[in-house]
């Protein structure tokens, strides 16, 4: 079974900086997309960054020039680099895949922006 696994959440300082990592296990091969939403209790779960498998990425306009997603399918790591951080960036952070139709989701990693 499919099966993606967040780290890297914590705590930090506005401005500051943070990394995740997602790393995929299971039957995943070429999916048509990865990447990364989040979600704070209450509110829906919203796009941060969404890769295409061949194609460009799209980041929320809340995040555009202050974070940056990758991907290695083939090593079966996704990554978000998360920069000049915001109070509002505060959320459960979720690796996202897509494959046959079918959306897979990591268990989510806490980010805390705070002073």
């Known amino acids: 079974q499919v099966q993606l696994v967040e780290s890297g959440g914590g705590l930090v300082q506005p401005g500051g900086s943070l990394k995740l990592s997602c790393a995929a296990s299971?039957?995943?091969?070429?999916?048509?997309?990865m990447g990364w939403y989040r979600q704070t209790p209450g509110k829906q779960r919203e796009l941060v960054a969404v890769?295409?498998?061949?194609?460009?990425?799209n980041y929320s306009n809340s995040v555009k020039g202050r974070f940056t997603i990758s991907s290695a399918i083939a090593k079966r790591t996704v990554h978000l680099q998360m920069n000049m951080l915001k109070p509002e960036d505060t959320a459960v952070y979720y690796c996202?895949?897509?494959?046959?139709?079918?959306?897979?989701w990591g268990q989510g990693t806490q980010v805390t922006v705070s002073s």
């Open positions: 299971g039957s995943i091969f070429r999916p048509s997309a």
């Open positions: 996202y895949a897509q494959l046959s139709g079918t959306s897979y």
């Open positions: 890769m295409p498998n061949g194609g460009d990425t």
